[in-house]
């Protein structure tokens, strides 16, 4: 499988979980940690399963997250 | 800055013509590539004209639904780079308030011709008023300042259509121009000059390159320069009031800010845009402040005072003429500075006291002022003016 | 769509005004996902994007055009269409696009919509559907399904709603396609599409609107919503538009469902004018003053 990373600016996002619901892998899970707005933001619990598909960053409301695949070697 | 006015445009010559067609062949000469318009009587005729003209001239005319999408389709035109107008009277003048808000606003040179007409509401859609002279100062909502311009002929239906553009240009703002029925329909010699005769005020498009250029950051003159879509520019364009990158900015010291640049631009530079026609005023007992057609019967009015020997003590009344070319920005310090010599000002207008108003303001008590309304439908008698030209005098 | 490899940046971030973030829209609005799948169709068209310019009204959808780093108007209310149709015909060099809302464009701007559609004018129209006007409170737009609670219909709203594919096709557009928030992939594609297509396009994008029409309805927040997207919505391209209508709870039929050709204005003005002025016609391409 292709490997995928996702980055994540914290400080955009509002807490809708879209792309924890929707990344068809189940990457992300939000973090109990709070943004300085007061928002849970995403984070990865499994790195390993993310294929780059950038669902997260074409749900993303708030531009707050997006995928990628690493170059094949 | 100027430039000769693109000959594609200008039809030199001497014609017989209407003030709605040397209108519009003032818009042509000026440069106006583009217009939409929305029929409405007295004022189709200009629109017309420019529906048949334009295709050989090179350019687009549009008729939209209403006058709510003619009054915003000549911006989106202006933003691509065109010169662009609209025409229209009373009721249609009413709908586009909105509009000339956002040009103001947005700094959007463009021209509203109002051709007007009896109102309110539909009122007397082929007759004559001078009714709509405060709504294209204060029509809008929230503060601003315009620039109109009278003309009162159909030779200054063309030339004055060209300085309406040039005005827009040079201080990027919604020109209005203010014609009436009478003079709309009115058809006299029109002088056409050569196009190198004709000086045009070219847009003050920036020379900064597109990372440097902030939309709204004004010159000295307190003009911001303006950029076109499609350059790279990449700029934004609000209604909302916005700071100097034009970006939406709602804070009481950006409003401050804008709205009095919005203001003073126009009466800081108000020297420079106002031109009135001054007639034996220098030692003159009363004034008549007149425009637009009834500066014509003000005219008459005049002559038959003067020729029936009416004295003032032992030597001749006399009465000169103030005539408004430019109603808005409001002559003031003139007004005022006139006030101080003479007994009286006379204002005759078609409709119940608006500019008349301006003359009593201006004057601050030093003189008094009569004004000769009518309702609107046709134009004053003379002897309506000539009986207040005496009264002022006594 | 984009092969994403190794893109570091998150693609949407060179369209946005970057200085301008965080947006103002509420959390779990779909503004924001539309306009993910706005710039992607806009990369994968590979269009200039110097010669890209978005109009809006007023409104919550309004404020698009305000964060794309485009050329960007954001106009009068309901006037988004004409403004752009002025812009279009001086500059048929450049890609005009209206984002706008359901209140802006079918309500104050219902006029301009079917006129624009009715002569063909070459503009996109993308329709943000959040089925109320949320940015001054959540009252009853032309597009709220029946009996929905809003503020100014407090006991439920009786007024029949536009079913917009359908008006759109007979007012003559050429393209016209719904989806929802939950469809992005679709979305992104038939904006895509969109940019292709000579004429008047449009697109009907469902959005929740959690704050101002979901919560007084009590159906949940944004992400509830997309889960009802994708358990109601059933996909018919081609579907006939006037089977397409929108009820409160029901079923969300999407897809493409008109994509024909017929010239569009500038297309038929220089036709006309070529066959009735034969050589005195002057062709205009772009109209720039000196």
């Not at chain 2, 014609?15 to 590539?33: M, Q, S, V």
Request: proline share 6%.
């Amino acid at each position: 499988m292709t490997k995928g990373n996702v980055a994540i600016t914290v400080e955009r996002c509002k807490g809708c979980a879209f792309c924890v619901e929707f990344c068809p892998t189940k990457v992300l899970a939000l973090s109990p940690a709070f943004n300085s707005k007061g928002y849970h933001p995403p984070h990865v619990v499994a790195p390993e399963k993310c294929n780059g598909c950038d669902l997260c960053g074409m749900f993303c409301p708030d531009f707050a997250i997006h995928g990628w695949r690493e170059k094949k070697a | 800055m100027t430039v000769h006015a693109d000959p594609k445009g200008v039809l030199t010559g001497t014609h017989f013509i209407d003030g709605d067609h040397a209108c519009c062949e003032g818009a042509l000469a000026a440069g106006a590539r583009f217009a939409s318009g929305y029929p409405i009587t007295p004022s189709t005729e200009v629109v017309e004209r420019f529906a048949a003209r334009i295709p050989s001239v090179g350019g687009v005319f549009i008729q939209m639904e209403d006058e709510l999408a003619a009054s915003i389709a000549l911006q989106g035109a202006v933003w691509g780079g065109a010169k662009a107008f609209t025409v229209t009277s009373g009721p249609g003048f009413s709908l586009m308030m909105e509009h000339i808000g956002y040009a103001l606003m947005t700094e959007t040179p463009c021209v509203f011709v109002d051709v007007q007409r009896g109102g309110p509401s539909t009122g007397l859609p082929t007759m004559p008023a001078q009714g709509d002279m405060m709504q294209c100062r204060w029509g809008s909502h929230g503060d601003y300042e315009v620039i109109a311009l009278a003309p009162n002929s159909p030779q200054e239906c063309f030339d004055l259509t060209i300085r309406a553009f040039n005005l827009a240009e040079k201080y990027r703002l919604p020109v209005m121009f203010m014609m009436d029925e009478c003079v709309g329909h009115m058809t006299e010699k029109v002088v056409i000059p050569p196009a190198d005769q004709i000086e045009i005020t070219p847009r003050r498009l920036t020379k900064q390159a597109p990372d440097e250029f902030l939309g709204y950051k004004a010159d000295e003159d307190l003009v911001p320069d303006i950029a076109k879509a499609g350059d790279g520019y990449r700029f934004h364009v609000t209604g909302l009031t916005h700071n100097e990158k034009g970006y939406p900015s709602m804070t009481v010291k950006t409003q401050d800010k804008l709205i009095h640049r919005l203001q003073d631009k126009i009466l800081q530079n108000a020297d420079d845009i106002s031109i009135n026609e001054e007639v034996d005023l220098d030692a003159a007992d009363v004034v008549v402040v007149a425009y637009g057609i009834t500066s014509r019967v003000a005219m008459k009015a005049i002559q038959m005072v003067r020729d029936s020997g009416q004295k003032l003590g032992n030597r001749k009344l006399r009465i000169g003429m103030f005539r408004l070319i430019t109603p808005w920005p409001f002559p003031d310090k003139k007004i005022r500075a006139l006030a101080g010599r003479i007994r009286g000002f006379v204002v005759p207008e078609l409709n119940l006291g608006q500019m008349s108003r301006e003359v009593e303001r201006a004057s601050g008590g030093l003189a008094k002022t009569i004004a000769v309304t009518h309702a609107g439908g046709t134009v004053h008698s003379p002897e309506e003016i000539a009986e207040a030209i005496l009264e002022a005098a006594r | 769509m984009s092969e994403l490899v190794s893109l570091h940046e998150n693609p949407t971030e060179q369209f946005l005004r970057t200085d301008r973030m965080p947006h103002i829209w509420c959390p779990g609005c779909g503004i924001g996902t539309t306009v993910n799948c706005f710039t992607r169709a806009l990369l994968d068209s590979n269009a200039n994007l110097d010669k890209v310019s978005v109009v809006s009204g007023i409104g919550c959808s309004g404020r698009v055009a305000g964060y794309l780093n485009l050329d960007s108007f954001h106009t009068t209310h309901g006037r988004a269409i004409p403004f752009a149709t002025g812009l279009k015909l001086a500059r048929p060099d450049l890609d005009v696009v209206v984002y706008s809302g359901d209140g802006d464009l079918f309500a104050i701007g219902g006029n301009h919509f079917i006129h624009a559609a009715r002569r063909n004018v070459d503009i996109k129209v993308i329709c943000v559907n959040n089925l109320v006007y949320a940015m001054t409170g959540g009252q009853t737009a032309p597009t709220t399904p029946g009996d929905a609670l809003t503020s100014t219909s407090p006991y439920g709203t009786f007024e029949p709603s536009f079913n917009l594919p359908q008006l759109a096709e007979a007012a003559g557009a050429v393209y016209v396609a719904r989806w929802t928030t939950y469809h992005v992939r679709q979305l992104a594609k038939s904006m895509f599409e969109m940019f292709n297509k000579k004429g008047f396009a449009f697109i009907e994008v469902l959005s929740p609107c959690p704050t101002l029409y979901q919560r007084r309805n009590k159906m949940g927040d944004g992400m509830e919503t997309l889960r009802q997207y994708k358990e109601l919505s059933k996909r018919k391209d081609g579907a006939s538009t006037s089977e397409v209508g929108l009820t409160r709870d029901g079923e969300i039929v999407v897809g493409k469902f008109v994509d024909r050709d017929r010239p569009d204005y500038a297309t038929l003005m220089k036709a006309h004018y070529q066959h009735t002025m034969g050589d005195k016609y002057v062709e205009t391409g772009a109209i720039i003053c000196q």
